[in-house]
């Protein structure tokens, strides 16, 4: 079955750690994002990517770091300039990376606290 | 003013009644909109996608685009205890960057 997997479904964080949170699409969609989402809060958008080996800040990137080396994969790391990490983070992907009629898919989601 | 915008309730209705939730947006060029549905400690998933003024229905589910008055709505008809849950209102921004702009989103409980 085709999907996004995310992995871990928790994870803790050590203070001063970096942690990486995995993403992986195999729907062959063009498109990849990754939201954080706090409690009683919409997502915001932290990295998005459209092509392989390319991506763009969203609006709350400081303190994150992203790489799209392949098209299935778009990985996440939270580093230790993150000083709020704990929060819900999903990742997404859309098919093409044009706008309209574009539905985007998420991924079962990661949750993240400190230690 | 947010860029969109929910009630964030909770709206409360008893089962078997229409539920009506509404989500309006600033940007003018926005093309796509999109109703998820949240279970608590669950990812979003997609329940409808808009993109032309009128209504699209699916099932119990009708979604209303309103472009000139910058308004989208949800109606869930014959609401069951199942559709408990919050739903996120999502736009498709053409305005600069290419991203969806999501709602805080509207709680719903569905009353037995």
């Known amino acids: 079955d085709g999907g996004i997997t995310q992995s871990p479904k928790y994870l803790f964080r050590k203070e001063g750690q970096n942690v990486t949170l995995s993403c992986e699409q195999n729907?062959?969609?063009?498109?990849m994002y990754w939201y954080r989402q706090d409690p009683g809060q919409g997502l915001r958008l932290i990295y998005y990517?459209?092509?392989?080996?390319?991506?763009q800040k969203g609006d709350i990137a400081e303190g994150y770091s992203v790489s799209r080396e392949k098209k299935e994969s778009f990985p996440l790391t939270v580093t230790s300039a993150q000083k709020n990490p704990t929060a819900f983070y999903l990742c997404?992907?859309?098919?093409?990376?044009?706008?309209?009629?574009?539905?985007?898919?998420f991924g079962a989601g990661t949750r993240l606290s400190v230690l | 003013q947010k860029e969109v915008e929910q009630n964030s309730g909770p709206l409360s209705v008893p089962e078997g009644a229409i539920a009506s939730l509404n989500c309006t947006y600033s940007d003018r060029g926005s093309q796509s909109f999109f109703w998820y549905r949240q279970y608590s400690g669950k990812s979003p998933e997609l329940i409808m996608s808009i993109y032309s003024n009128g209504d699209k229905e699916d099932g119990r589910f009708t979604a209303q685009l309103n472009k000139a008055s910058q308004y989208v709505s949800l109606l869930i008809r014959d609401s069951q205890p199942s559709d408990s849950a919050t739903y996120l209102c999502a736009v498709f921004s053409t305005s600069g960057t290419y991203k969806y702009i999501f709602g805080t989103g509207t709680r719903l409980k569905v009353l037995a």
């Open positions: 990517s459209q092509i392989v080996n390319d991506f």
């Open positions: 997404a992907s859309t098919r093409r990376t044009d706008g309209a009629k574009n539905i985007q898919y």
């Open positions: 729907l062959n969609h063009d498109a």
